[in-house]
Each structure stands twice: as structure tokens, then as C-alpha cells.
């Protein structure tokens, strides 16, 4: 028993030893070998300097990944819809429905004015959904604050405006 206890203990130094020869190597090691590699300057004149101290921040990156970035943002501005959540309101079938649901949409309106309503048709039931959520957190803190008007609103996966 004791024969291997020291065992152990001999063991979890020499893997303490290695965590920490590898920290610092990661550490330590990473900014050189990231400089020499990538050739980045890291000098910056002395008038920066005053900014820099007042809270700015400086980002040096690689021209592929502005280029990349840049390719990015005209993409997603030739998309139309994305995938996304809203939130549904109203849901009714019948003789009425269409009615109902433009009334329930013009209520919504006046109510809340910043945020947008969509009326659907999917047969039979004549739908309102809200907002243009790109993600669920967003659409359940909007959600809390519309279940006041609507108990029975829910969150519903759609097809939304960027």
C-alpha cells in the first residue's frame, strides 16, 4: 500500500510538471511563434500610443480574413429570409378567421409599435406572428413581455428578415 501511494504521488508530479512546462510554453511560446510566422509588426507610432491607454482597441489581422469578412457581409446582404423565430399571437380557423386575424394584427400594431406583425394563411388556420427574431434568447425576452397581452402567444420557428 505504501509502495503505491509513492507511486501516485511520483506519478501526479510528473503530470503536474507537464501542465505546467505546457502552460508556459502555450503561454509564453504562442505570441513569438505567432509573430514569426505571420511576419506581423507589432510596433505602433507614438501618437497611438495616448489612444491606446484610453480604452481603443487595436486589431491586427491578416488581409485573407478582412477579404473573408468582407464576402460575408455582401452574402448575407443578398439574402432575403434567414431562419429564425417569431412570435405567434393569434391561430384561428373558421368562418371569421381572416377577419379576426386582421383586426388582431391592427391591435397588435397600435399596441406595439415597434415591432412588426405577419399575417399567414396555412390551411386552415389563419395565423399572427411577431418580431424577426435571428435567435430563440432574443424571441423568449420579447415573448415575456408580450404574454402580458397575449397568454398565449408562443415561440415559433420561421423564415425572417436579416
Not at 7 to 25: M, P, T, Y
Not at 56 to 83: A, C, F
Not at 122 to 141: E, H, L, M, N, W
Request: proline share 3%.
Amino acid at each position: 500500500m505504501k509502495c503505491s501511494a509513492s507511486i501516485l504521488i511520483k506519478r501526479f508530479r510528473q503530470v503536474s510538471f507537464c501542465l505546467l512546462a505546457g502552460f508556459v510554453l502555450f503561454f509564453w511560446g504562442s505570441p513569438v511563434s505567432f509573430a514569426s510566422k505571420n511576419k506581423a509588426t507589432f510596433c505602433l507610432p507614438a501618437d497611438t500610443v495616448d489612444t491606446l491607454l484610453v480604452g481603443s482597441v487595436v486589431i491586427i489581422q491578416s488581409e485573407n480574413v478582412s477579404r473573408l469578412v468582407n464576402q460575408q457581409i455582401v452574402y448575407n446582404k443578398g439574402l432575403k429570409e434567414i431562419d429564425g423565430y417569431r412570435i405567434q399571437i393569434f391561430s384561428e380557423n373558421g368562418v371569421n378567421a381572416k377577419t379576426d386575424a386582421a383586426n388582431a394584427r391592427l391591435a397588435f400594431i397600435n399596441k406595439f409599435a415597434g415591432m412588426e406583425a405577419y399575417l399567414s394563411y396555412k390551411q386552415p388556420y389563419f395565423k399572427i406572428c411577431v418580431g424577426d427574431f435571428k435567435s430563440q434568447t432574443d424571441a423568449r425576452s420579447a415573448l415575456l413581455k408580450l404574454l402580458r397581452s397575449y397568454p398565449n402567444a408562443i415561440i415559433v420557428r420561421e423564415k425572417v428578415l436579416p
